[in-house]
């Protein structure tokens, strides 16, 4: 039981390449989250998704798509990075489908993401 | 207004002792959760403990409890007798909203906790 996977560890992009940043869980989880963390400000919702085949928007969307491949996987993608998009992002799942204050959120590993 | 603040950018405590963190939120829900997760060097979440608004007892899990004073807004994370592997960054967090509730996890800053031997 691995828990949050995250593929990859460590990534340097140039300004304008794109990436996707991979995600799967084995907790048989309905939600999925993707967050970013910078240095003093704590972690920021990028997407989510609440059940396999829906994706919604969170706090800091923009630069970034996702998708939802099936229950066990959630991708972020950069289609044109930036270095404002320098920053380690985290995955993260949780069991319920409605989002009850009780349901926690179990994190991946996180990547490390530098665009120069 | 910031919904999560924890005031101790940095605490230093020697081994064996106890350490308390600080939280306090700001939350016009009645209904809300409280999360303590912990940020090692190696740069991995991991939750530590809950507390729901409408619980009447303090969160305990091992050595980690939560001083839950809800008329103040504060959810203080203790830790007792500190480890070395205690150090770290914790991170206060908050989901409000029960039925249809919030998505998402509110976080704090963070505090650095360093355990001196």
């Known amino acids: 039981n691995a828990g949050v996977t995250q593929t990859p560890k460590f990534q340097v992009l140039k300004t304008g390449q794109s990436m996707t940043l991979q995600c799967a869980q084995d907790?048989?989880?309905?939600?999925m989250y993707w967050y970013r963390q910078d240095p003093g400000m704590g972690l920021r919702l990028i997407y989510y998704s609440a059940s396999e085949g829906t994706t919604d928007k969170g706090e800091v969307p923009n630069g970034y798509n996702v998708s939802r491949l099936n229950k066990r996987e959630f991708s972020l993608r950069l289609e044109s990075a930036a270095p404002s998009q320098t920053s380690v992002y985290f995955c993260a799942s949780s069991e319920e489908t409605s989002f009850f204050i009780t349901d926690t959120q179990y994190f991946g590993p996180g990547t490390r993401l530098t665009v120069l | 207004a910031q919904k999560i603040t924890q005031t101790q950018p940095g605490m230093f405590v020697q081994e064996k002792e106890a350490v308390t963190l600080d939280c306090t939120y700001d939350?016009?829900?009645?209904?809300?959760?409280l999360f303590w997760y912990k940020q090692p060097s190696s740069g991995e979440m991991i939750f530590l403990i809950y507390?729901?608004?409408?619980?009447?007892q303090n969160a305990t899990e091992g050595r980690y409890s939560l001083n839950f004073q809800k008329a103040r807004k504060s959810a203080n994370l203790v830790i007792s007798a500190s480890q070395l592997g205690d150090s770290a960054m914790y991170f206060c967090?908050?989901?409000?909203?029960?039925?249809?509730?919030?998505?998402?996890?509110?976080f704090g800053k963070g505090t650095k906790l360093t355990v001196n031997p």
């Open positions: 907790m048989n989880h309905n939600s």
């Open positions: 507390q729901g608004s409408y619980d009447q």
């Open positions: 939350t016009s829900d009645p209904s809300y959760g």
């Open positions: 967090a908050m989901r409000e909203g029960d039925e249809g509730g919030s998505e998402k996890l509110v």
